[in-house]
Nanobody, 123 residues
Framework: VQLQASGGGLVQVGGSLRLSCSAS????????MGWFRQAPGKEREFVAA????????SYGDSVKGRFTISREKGKSTVYLEMNSLKPEDTATYYC?????????????????WGRGTQVTVSS
């Protein structure tokens, strides 16, 4: 499975970005999908995840109320809408496919990862 993330870029504080992630395999529509991020010198951090059918979502504490993950049932593309961006949101964002249909925050449950897309929030 290959995952392709896009939509990153440079944005000012308070701005918005929308990230997209597409999976190469059609059967990926049966798997949960997640977003993680990693800033230089920091550990990888869970951002958001969504069930295979889009019914359940989970978010990291630092992005709750600002970020929204979404996908259409039966589709292998997932989106991350990021609003009210802060300098601390600056990181490389990675999408990942869960080994099952759920939306957990444990990166060990995600065997497939994309290359990442850079998000930079300037103050």
């Amino acid at each position: 499975v290959q995952l392709q993330a896009s939509g990153g870029g440079l944005v000012q504080v308070g701005g918005s970005l929308r990230l997209s992630c597409s999976a190469s395999r059609r059967t990926s529509s049966n798997n949960g999908m997640g977003w993680f991020r990693q800033a230089p010198g920091k550990e990888r951090e869970f951002v958001a995840a969504v069930f295979w059918d889009g019914s359940n979502k989970s978010y990291g504490d630092s992005v709750k109320g600002r970020f929204t993950i979404s996908r259409e049932k039966g589709k292998s593309t997932v989106y991350l809408e990021m609003n009210s961006l802060k300098p601390e949101d600056t990181a490389t964002y990675y999408c990942a496919q869960n080994r099952g249909s759920g939306a957990g925050s444990d990166p060990l449950r995600y065997p497939y990862w994309g290359r990442g897309t850079q998000v930079t929030v300037s103050s």
